[in-house]
């Protein structure tokens, strides 16, 4: 059992941009009481055409600005980083590391898929990362694609417009095939648009890492006694740049507004 002290300590999120406020949203829905700092390193992105060292060093910097802040537990909200990162930073780090990849991967092999089709970074689809791992839950039929021109239109506040369905359609249809019965959303972007995908490709289901995630977080902190249980949580918001629509797109990824939220520009890059 940990102290009370680890308990008031906050869960600390990263991701390359501010994609990785899904996963928030959905840590603040299922632990109300806990407090989270979220690092977005928005002036680095994107992370998906990044080498694996580079990405390793960023993730590194990331991960040692929230210890910084105090934190009891460490979410990797980004896949590319989860994939080429993660295990390095749990080795290195002494308090729980969890990323994005096992939890989803976990959730759809339970769903018992006939053939999954993975969307991701180009990063993310190259490190063969979900291939893998699916494949060692015990599902076989695997089709992945990188779709490098998602992030960029869900960026650009494209989502809902006539241009961004063209781009799900030529994006995605590709990968899927007619017996591709669910499609895993590889990118903590991509929820922003899973209803546009539900409506266009309808037949299939649909898995992104946000609510898994969320469920992993809150289950390591119960196994650790770290849970907090009282009270209610503040959010934290750091970014490495503050673009000038930063509010309107954090808003869309968080799904709240941002008057109660702690916002503030750092530049955390170690020398």
């Known amino acids: 059992m940990m102290s009370n002290v680890a308990c ?21 829905r299922l632990l109300p009481e806990e407090d989270v700092v979220y690092f977005g390193d928005v002036a680095r992105l994107p992370y998906g055409n990044k080498s694996r060292e580079t990405v390793v060093k960023f993730s590194v910097e990331n991960s040692l600005f929230l210890l910084s802040q105090g934190i009891k537990l460490l979410v990797v909200a980004c896949n590319t980083a989860t994939a080429l990162a993660l295990e390095f930073l749990q080795s290195i780090f002494s308090i729980p590391v969890v990323g994005v990849v096992d939890p989803v991967v976990e959730r759809v092999a339970r769903m018992s898929p006939k053939e999954v089709a993975v969307i991701g970074t180009v990063s993310t689809i190259r490190s063969g990362v979900y ?76 898995v992104d890492s946000a609510v898994p995630t969320a469920r992993a977080v ?54």
């Open 8 to 28: 008031k300590k906050a869960i600390g999120v990263f991701d390359s941009g501010l994609g990785g406020l899904t996963v928030v949203k959905e840590i603040i």
């Open 131 to 206: 291939q893998s791992r699916l494949k060692k839950f015990g599902v076989f039929g695997v089709n992945a694609k990188a779709c490098p021109l998602l992030v960029p239109t869900i960026e650009a506040g494209y989502v809902g417009k006539s241009i961004c369905d063209e781009i799900i359609k030529y994006e995605i249809g590709p990968v899927l095939s007619k017996d591709t019965d669910l499609l895993l959303l590889a990118c903590t972007h991509y929820p922003i648009i899973k209803k546009r995908i539900r409506t266009i490709f309808p037949s299939v289901r649909i």
């Open 218 to 271: 809150k289950d390591l902190l119960e196994d650790y006694g770290m849970r907090k249980t009282r009270g209610i949580g503040k959010l934290r918001i750091f970014v490495s740049d503050m673009p000038n629509d930063f509010a309107v797109i954090a808003r869309r990824f968080l799904g709240k507004e941002m008057d109660d939220v702690t916002i503030r520009k750092v530049d955390h890059v170690l020398s």
